[in-house]
């Protein structure tokens, strides 16, 4: 290795020992000095010669420029890259290496492409944007994860990813090293890298440690952390964290060392600066009130926080970040008592700088004023005596050999001590919270590894510097030169890997300076030994310095300053200012003040000066702390051993910064330089002269100059040989090895053998090899530009002249047809003419003709007119004469008629009034005789006779039952006594046979009940049925109601849309409010699927967790104790058990409100039932207002009169006495009968027949009564008609009596005159009504009979009246559904108004919402009716099940009672299908019990998918499912919930040890979503039965709703499914973006490939490019899609799968393609276009074109179009808005940006294009997302596909060795 020791500004211009003076030839661009811009770009317009003295060149702005060369003026300028090169990656990759091409390619980079990273070898070089950029989300991390460092685009995650790699792989530890100026954006990027550790690197357990150590990022900000001029949050510190891995690597701790914390800043503060952060933060959260007690107000009204001048951050809440401090606390195990002491010492620190002191008079003295109250909060705060402290703040001991004394300090001096002492304390405080975050980020387990991120202070050069500058220039310098080193070993590993022959390359190295700086002697020797001088001053120290280190070359003195030197470091001069070194590097602090503060009544205070304490030289770094000091003012000798042993601040610096690059030697080095593009802080702005500064400072030029001082550009052979085939010849391309073409190559086109060289795998070159081959490579390029376009032009050329020859021919023959087409059109003309003349004269002579003939006609027709009119009127006259003579004569004949007909009616009308007075006489005569009223009463008496018979033929039927009622009590009494007699007899015969015989019988008497349930079971079947037709039919009507609306609805929009201006618009916010609807159900599904995916990953983490925990041994599990409870969140109780509501209630209450409260269904059903329940009582209520209402609404009915009223006292005392005796006497007989019947009933209670006869003759009893009940009204009704009438009579007589008037209506009870006119019609002619009516009734008879009449008429009014309440009741309800319609109308009619009022757009959202509510609303009425005969079809199953439950409990004992078991197993009770006549039954398994566990390890622990590959798809799904039927069959609900139980455990363990497998995960995904479309099918619901055949309805369950197992099993599949998911896309990750971006489909875009980069780490050694090709990933797709075909999932779901599967392949490669500069070009846009359409081939033919994968992968669709089209006009822009639409403003943007040309011929896009662009796309309402989130999951769906297989049909494999199944 060669040193070489050279001024900073003259490295960089090193040119090479053979300068090629041919390449300064016209048209080449230099670059050349500029004072302002530092570099500016000519062109050389004149070519160069050897020795010219003048290089005549041209600025960019055409303005001429003589450039003068020579040796004592200018070297010839550097040479500017191509164009193609510009806005590269790396910085070493181009072929010019040298500053100007340095700084250039990182302006284009960040002003005009916004990248504010960029590569310049192992350094990553980081420009502060000073704006928030999104690309540092989680999807980044992602995407740069497990990625080389090489593959992406620079970024702080590659670098990050590039150690953690590095650190598994070559199990070393690593380190980050950010560097940087003030405001260059270290600690963010510190910050960012930690976060990517945290990411990648999550710790395994619930320590959460990956937090914790991103909480004391806000901690250490706020503490260490301050404003400056450069920077609004500088860390005034350095840091070194150390990230713990364990062999997992995953993250188990952390610790943290920091590096000379400027202590000064706590006391004094420059103009626009602030003090640390915390100080802010604490004043303004001072009003909370648990910081009352600190006396805080405004940061103002505090003197260490208010010299600044502004204590306001633009963008920056100081309370806000203070709540995050706090929470940082918290998280990092700081307690509140803790947090609040150290509140109290920043607050007293705060305090004491406002302590006032006051001079005295003389001037050597001073005092503080009394009742100061800043002191005294101080004292309080700390807990201090404020009596000693106010003496020792002016005082000071001084201890001899001989005495000690204590001296007065002068004001000056009293407050420097003051500002020791808290600058003291505030370290103390840092210190204390380092150590506490270091131990709670402490971990006891071990650490295998760790990455080392260093966030440390950039090279600094003020205008005054003062000892902190010097410190930390010391501290670059060694960094510096670790960083040289490594760079210079980096290279020689390169070169000796490649076999590329090694020559000694100089590189600077700045050990001279680092040995001026800590040699012996040198200015941090002497300056400690100036300080254990007793009277040492920095004027001394600063001579001693000019006497020692003059000689030095890296050491001078200023010529105007005595007080200053000047050290030379490796980036710039730098002159340092004496004046307080000294005591800077002291540190003094007195001790008599800590003795103070070690007495304090807090302990944290205590603490922090007791246990740690140290000498008054104290440091604030962490390594400093093995130095200790023990201050005891009471000794009065001094303590020399202390004084010997004392370390001054620059000694501890030294030894900790000796450590750390011990540790960083130790670990592998990754370096971040961050630079500081201007001092504004403006966004993407870029000052060239302040970059080239800290490009100098921090090295990088220094990597450059290294790798240009070799073989900077390096290709491999592949790259190689596709990029510049172009110039090889046909016959070189025949030669098989590529190494020897490109060998052969460069020979021939590079003749000097020093501008190359090969290596094993890659092609080294000088610099400017690379842009001499891309010319050669342009002009190969141009020389076939010229042929084609020379080929082209001559091809149009002869199809021009073709094309106008044809044209002449075609002009010829045209015209020479015209010319003869005119000739035989005049031929025609002719002959036309002579036609036409022939039919003119024709024309004209018959026309003559014609007019002659018509006036002959004329003529003769008026003459024989004028002869007919005179002959018509001589008849006319003759004829009205005959008339007049008509009518004359019939008048005459008329009248005398008349005369006579009147004289004949006037006889006949006498005569017959003189007949008809005799026959009303003798009519009247009759009238008054009693016989005719006996004919008016013949028919009454004769209806009465015949009730009065019929009530007596039914009281004597009734005695006659009552008697043989008795009989039959006697008979069946003799028989119940024979019985018994009978049955004692049998007792004493059969003896224990009798038994028997009554089990049987009881048996028997059984089985008819349970054939009476089952006819029960079939009408409540029935019953069930007819209602639900009943549903549906209602359904159907509001279906056809919705259709209505509908219509409606859409003539509504019709007419809106009609009114509307533009209809596209108002048809796209519809279909995007369907769509907000789809997307708003998608997202509550995918909602959901989340949760069971994060409920599933739980389970894993408690199934790991329970395995950790496991002991060996042998546990039971509670039997009764449900093991589906234990996996999954579904309730434990069985639908068996909790029919309905009330079996729910009943449940609880057995289970205790504690344990119930456990089961969520139960409360979920209590909560229903109570809904119910109030439902019901609102309705109720409802009705009762709606009752009050009516019958306030009708109204008081007329009060009938006094005499009603008395008849209907008479009828009521009538009834109720006989009711009364009549009811008394029954009940008698009815107790009678009942006891006897109950007192034989109860001797013989096995005997059903008397019961079964009791119950008939109640039956027949209660029908008597009730027809005797209906007599006895009718008789009742008849006499009180008798004794109205008698009374009446009674009445009438008096009546007449008395008054003797004839009129019969004046009386108290009027007669309706109307109705006895039509009683009597045929008697009342007379016009006198009311005197007709009094002769006819002069003796009141026929009134009587006319009452009686009408007593029988108000019976039937009576009926009548109550069938007009029913009738009004009727018409009450349907005003009140008319009075509800018209509200609903009303409400329709405000809608319509309402929407019509609004805008189209609007209006058409505001319909669809409405109908969305509506149509929800119907559905859940709907839901609840169903719900509702749900209910009730579940008690009457249960009821059901109950009855059957007795049958075979009473078989099972009887089989019992009869027979001994005679085998070990249980017999099963085969004889239960025989006695049910379900033998005919088929599809069904039997096995045992204990044959269970075999089951499930048969069918789903130990299957393999092949072994039933040549079977029906989804066999295990179907053997369960019969397996499942038979339990049912038995009714079997323990049988069920096991197996049920078993089986989703199992397929739960499968999925988990086969976890990475495609081929189960996809076999146990179709089976489970098999057996939950059996369990639909077979469940009897009728929504599933209807694609059922007759076969299959007959075989649906029977007994058991498994309803909630069709949930788990639901929720199982989804879980399988995100599971397949998730492996697939594992195994298809590494395949994509090698596939898609980076395979050769089309081998003719081999030629245009990007340019390579240099490999920049090693993690990439050995690692070609990625092998997998399109076809490869096609034929994963297509293995994934078989697999799935042949397991016999459904078609739905996986066409889902491969609709996710194509959306992760668009994430991976939108996102690589996002991140990579390299693939953005118009080559990959075509070969990316043409996978693509590959890809949808591959659907179309698999026939998956419409399962929406098509959809998910137009974004890549859409980018590849982007990389083809034109960019350049506001056209192009227009069109890519258009063409864009489903990416996103930042990805397009970014595409642009990245766009790469590949060749000269290509064009960058313009910033002003990419501009335009932006402002088109600003209206957009676009996600502010760049990246595609690679772990979106679509919600799956499983749509119900019922099985057309007949279970009966099914073969069952022998080889899967199911013996002990039976069917059945």
Request: charged share 30%.
């Amino acid at each position: 290795m060669k040193r070489q020791q050279k001024e900073p500004n003259t490295i960089v211009k090193k040119q090479e020992e053979k300068i090629d003076y041919e390449v300064y030839c016209q048209y080449t661009r230099v670059w050349i000095p500029d004072p302002e811009d530092v570099w500016r770009a000519a062109e050389i317009i004149k070519d160069y010669t050897e020795g010219e003295p003048i290089l005549y060149l041209k600025l960019e702005d055409e303005t001429p420029l003589e450039y003068r060369i020579g040796p004592k003026d200018n070297a010839l300028p550097f040479l500017r890259n191509p164009d193609i090169l510009v806005g590269e990656n790396d910085l070493t990759a181009l072929s010019y290496l040298h500053e100007p091409a340095v700084l250039h390619n990182l302006k284009v980079r960040f002003t005009e492409s916004n990248h504010i990273y960029t590569y310049c070898g192992i350094v990553l070089v980081a420009i502060n944007p000073y704006e928030q950029l999104q690309i540092y989300g989680e999807e980044v991390i992602n995407a740069y994860s497990g990625q080389n460092m090489g593959d992406m685009d620079p970024h702080i995650f590659a670098v990050a990813e590039e150690a953690y790699k590095q650190m598994a792989r070559d199990e070393r530890n690593q380190s980050i090293i950010v560097s940087g100026e003030s405001g260059a954006g270290k600690t963010v990027s510190a910050k960012y890298a930690m976060r990517f550790f945290a990411t990648v690197g999550g710790s395994a357990n619930d320590t959460n440690v990956e937090e914790k150590v991103l909480a004391s990022s806000p901690i250490m900000e706020a503490i260490g952390n301050a404003k400056t001029t450069r920077n609004d949050n500088s860390s005034r510190f350095g840091k070194y964290i150390q990230i713990g891995f364990d062999r997992s690597y995953h993250i188990i701790g952390a610790n943290m060392r920091t590096y000379l914390l400027e202590k000064s800043r706590v006391v004094f503060q420059a103009e626009d600066e602030r003090n640390y952060h915390i100080f802010y933060q604490l004043c303004a959260s001072a009003s909370l009130p648990e910081f009352k007690d600190l006396a805080l107000t405004s940061a103002e009204d505090f003197i260490f926080t208010s010299q600044g001048e502004n204590i306001f951050i633009e963008g920056v809440n100081d309370a806000e970040d203070f709540e995050k401090t706090r929470e940082a606390f918290t998280l990092l195990g700081v307690n509140d008592s803790n947090q609040s002491s150290i509140f109290r010492i920043i607050a007293s620190i705060l305090h004491l700088g406002n302590v006032e002191i006051c001079s005295e008079r003389d001037g050597d003295s001073c005092h503080i004023l009394k009742n100061d109250p800043h002191l005294a909060h101080f004292c309080q705060l700390l807990g201090v005596e404020l009596e000693q402290m106010e003496h020792w703040l002016c005082h000071r001991k001084l201890v001899t050999t001989s005495e000690t004394y204590v001296k007065n300090m002068s004001r000056k001096q009293a407050a420097n001590a003051r500002d020791a002492l808290a600058k003291h304390i505030y370290a103390h405080m840092f210190d204390w919270i380092v150590e506490y975050v270091n131990k709670s980020l402490h971990t006891s387990s071990k650490q295998h590894s760790f990455i080392g991120v260093l966030d440390i202070y950039g090279f600094e050069t003020f205008e005054i510097n003062s000892f902190e500058q010097f410190c930390i220039n010391y501290a670059n310098e060694k960094l510096q030169q670790q960083f040289n080193q490594h760079v210079f070993k980096l290279e020689q590993e390169e070169y000796m890997k490649e076999q590329i022959p090694w020559t000694l390359i100089d590189f600077y190295d700045n050990q001279p300076c680092i040995d001026v700086i800590e040699a012996k002697l040198g200015i941090l020797d002497l300056l400690d030994e100036e300080c254990k001088v007793p009277k040492g001053t920095d004027q001394n120290w600063c001579q001693k310095l000019y006497d020692r280190l003059s000689s030095s070359v890296h050491f001078q003195k200023p010529r105007m300053s005595n007080t200053s030197f000047i050290v030379i470091h490796f980036a710039d001069k730098v002159e340092y200012q004496c004046d307080g070194f000294l005591e800077k590097n002291r540190d003094t602090v007195y001790e008599e003040q800590i003795n103070i503060l070690k007495a304090s009544k807090f302990q944290l205070m205590a603490d922090l000066f007791q246990d740690t304490n140290k000498d008054s030289n104290i440091s604030t770094s962490s390594s400093s702390k093995s130095s200790r000091v023990n201050v005891r003012a009471s000794k009065p000798t001094p303590k020399v051993p202390n004084k010997e042993h004392r370390k001054t601040v620059g000694h501890q610096f030294r030894s900790s910064l000796q450590l750390l690059m011990e540790t960083l030697n130790a670990t592998t080095p990754h370096y971040v330089r961050c630079i500081k593009p201007n001092d504004e802080k403006e966004a993407f702005s870029f000052e060239s002269r302040r970059a080239v500064q800290q490009l100098r400072a921090c090295g990088v030029l220094e990597t450059i100059r290294i790798s240009a001082a070799g073989y900077p550009s390096r290709w491999t052979y592949p790259d190689f040989f596709n990029r510049y085939r172009v110039l090889m010849k046909k016959s070189d391309m025949t030669v098989g090895d590529k190494k020897l073409v490109c060998r052969n190559l460069l020979e021939t086109l590079v003749k000097d053998p020093d501008k190359f060289q090969f290596g094993k795998t890659k092609i080294f070159f000088r610099a400017g090899q690379v842009a001499y081959l891309e010319k050669l490579r342009a002009d190969k390029f141009r020389s076939a530009c010229i042929k084609i376009q020379k080929t082209v032009r001559g091809w149009l050329q002869r199809v021009r002249y073709q094309k106008i020859r044809k044209s002449a021919i075609n002009l010829q023959r045209y015209g020479r047809g015209y010319m003869a087409r005119r000739y035989a059109e005049q031929l025609r003309l002719t002959r036309a003419a002579l036609t036409f003349q022939k039919q003119y004269r024709m024309v004209r002579e018959r026309r003559d003709y014609l007019k002659v003939r018509q006036a002959v006609v004329t003529i003769q027709a008026f003459t024989r007119g004028m002869l007919t009119r005179r002959i018509f009127q001589e008849f006319l006259l003759h004829h009205k004469a005959m008339i007049i003579q008509k009518h004359v004569r019939g008048w005459l004949t008329r009248r005398k008629f008349r005369r006579a007909r009147n004289a004949a009616i006037t006889i006949q009308c006498a005569y017959r009034r003189m007949r008809a007075k005799r026959e009303l006489k003798q009519l009247k005569i009759e009238a008054r005789s009693a016989q005719h009223l006996k004919k008016l009463n013949t028919g009454m008496e004769n209806k009465i006779v015949q009730l009065q018979r019929k009530m007596d033929d039914q009281t004597n039927d009734l005695k006659t039952q009552n008697e043989q009622l008795v009989v039959a009590k006697a008979s069946l009494g003799s028989e119940v006594n024979k019985l018994q007699k009978e049955l004692e007899m049998m007792r004493s015969r059969q003896g224990d046979g009798s038994q028997l015989t009554s089990l049987q019988d009881e048996l028997e008497k059984l089985r008819a009940e349970l054939q009476e349930a089952h006819t029960h079971m079939k009408k409540l079947e029935e019953k069930h049925s007819n209602e639900k037709m009943g549903l549906e039919q209602r359904v159907e009507e509001l279906d056809r109601e919705n259709s209505m609306l509908k219509s409606e609805k859409e003539e509504m929009n019709r007419r809106i849309l009609h009114h509307s201006k533009s209809t596209e618009d108002q048809e796209s916010s519809a279909s995007q409010s369907v769509g907000r609807v789809q997307a708003e159900l998608d997202e509550e599904r995918l909602r959901y699927q989340n949760l069971l995916r994060e409920f599933s990953r739980l389970e894993q983490r408690y199934d790991n967790l329970q395995e950790a925990k496991f002991q060996p041994g042998h546990k039971r599990n509670n039997s009764t104790q449900s093991s589906l409870e234990s996996d999954s969140n579904y309730p434990s109780i069985s639908t068996s058990e909790l029919g309905d509501t009330d079996d729910a209630i009943q449940l609880v209450e057995e289970m205790g409100v504690e344990k119930a409260a456990m089961d969520i269904g139960v409360f979920m059903k209590l909560q229903k039932r109570v809904r119910e329940l109030e439902q019901e009582r609102k309705r109720l209520q409802v009705n009762l207002e709606k009752m009050e209402d009516q019958v306030n609404c009708k109204g008081i009915e007329p009060k009938t009169t006094s005499e009603q009223e008395s008849e209907d006292l008479a009828y009521n005392s009538l009834k109720r006495q006989e009711l009364e005796s009549e009811n008394k006497k029954l009940k008698n007989d009815l107790n009678e009968l009942r006891k006897a019947i109950a007192d034989r009933a109860s001797q013989n209670s096995s005997s059903n027949e008397l019961q079964d006869g009791y119950n008939l003759l109640l039956g027949q009893l209660k029908a008597a009564n009730e027809e005797l009940e209906v007599r006895k009204e009718e008789v009742l009704i008849l006499r009180t008609q008798i004794v109205s009438a008698a009374h009446q009579k009674e009445e009438t007589t008096n009546q007449i009596e008395t008054n003797n008037v004839p009129e019969w209506t004046n009386s108290k009870k009027p007669i309706d005159k109307e109705e006895a006119v039509r009683a009597y019609h045929g008697l009342c002619e007379s016009k006198n009504k009311a005197s007709d009516w009094g002769y006819l009734n002069e003796d009141g008879e026929l009134g009587l009979a006319y009452q009686g009449l009408k007593q029988v008429a108000r019976l039937l009014e009576a009926q009548l009246q109550s069938q007009a309440r029913k009738h009004e009741d009727e018409l009450a309800a349907f005003n009140t559904q008319i009075e509800l319609l018209k509200d609903d109308i009303e409400k329709k009619q405000e809608m319509l108004n309402h929407t019509m009022s609004l805008s189209p757009e609007a209006q058409v959202e505001y319909s669809v919402q409405q109908e969305i509510t509506r149509l929800t609303n119907d559905n859940l009425d709907l839901k609840e009716l169903v719900e509702k005969l749900e209910k009730n079809e579940r008690k009457l199953k249960k009821q059901l099940r109950i009855y059957m439950k007795k049958v075979p409990d009473m078989e099972v004992s009887l089989t019992a009672a009869s027979s001994q078991p005679t085998k070990a197993k249980p017999q099963l009770t085969r004889q239960v299908t025989v006695q049910r006549r379900e033998k005919d039954f088929e599809g069904m398994l039997e096995y045992y019990k204990e044959d269970e566990a075999l089951l499930v390890k048969t069918l789903i622990t130990d299957m393999k998918p092949n072994a039933v590959s040549a079977t029906v798809p989804c066999l295990p799904a179907y053997i369960l499912f019969m397996c499942i039927r038979h339990a049912d069959y038995i009714n079997d609900d323990q049988k069920v919930h096991s197996l049920l139980t078993s089986t989703i455990n199992a397929i739960k363990k499968v999925l988990k040890k086969n976890n990475n497998d495609f081929e189960m995960t996809s076999f146990w995904l179709a089976n489970t979503s098999r057996l939950l479309h059996c369990l639909k099918q077979y469940s009897g619901d009728e929504v599933f039965m209807t694609q059922n055949t007759a076969k299959q309805n007959e075989h649906c369950l029977k007994n058991f709703d498994l309803a909630e197992y069709r949930q788990v099993l639901s929720d199982l599949s989804i879980q399988i499914y995100q599971q397949l998911i998730k492996v697939a896309e594992h195994m298809m990750q590494p395949m994509i973006v090698s596939a898609m971006l980076e395979s050769e489909s089309i081998p003719s875009l081999a030629g245009v490939k990007p340019m390579g980069y240099r490999n920049r780490s090693s993690s990439m050694d050995g690692e070609g490019p990625g092998s997998y090709t399109l076809e490869a990933l096609i034929r994963q797709l297509g293995q994934f899609h078989s697999v799935m075909g042949e397991h016999g999932l459904d078609p739905e779901i996986a066409g889902q799968v491969i609709r996710q599967l194509f959306y992760s392949i668009n994430a991976l490669t939108l996102n690589n393609l996002l991140l990579r500069k390299d693939v953005c070009s118009w080559s990959t846009g075509m070969q990316l276009r043409y996978n693509i359409s590959q890809m949808e081939e591959w659907l179309r033919g698999k026939n998956l074109h419409q399962s929406g994968a098509v959809v998910n992968i137009e974004p890549v669709i859409q980018a590849a179009q982007l990389l083809q089209v034109k960019k350049k006009t506001s056209q192009d822009a227009e069109a890519i808005c258009s063409l864009c639409t489903s990416l996103t403003m930042q990805q397009i943007v970014k595409i642009l940006n990245l766009y790469t040309p590949l060749n000269e011929f290509e064009e960058r896009v313009t910033v002003s294009f990419i501009r335009n662009i932006q402002n088109r796309l600003q209206d957009r309402n676009d996600v502010p997302m760049l990246l595609v989130d690679t772990k979106h999951t679509f919600p799956v769906l499983f749509p119900y596909t019922p099985s057309a297989l007949s279970l009966e049909t099914l073969h069952i494999p022998a080889n899967l060795s199911l013996d002990f199944l039976t069917r059945v």
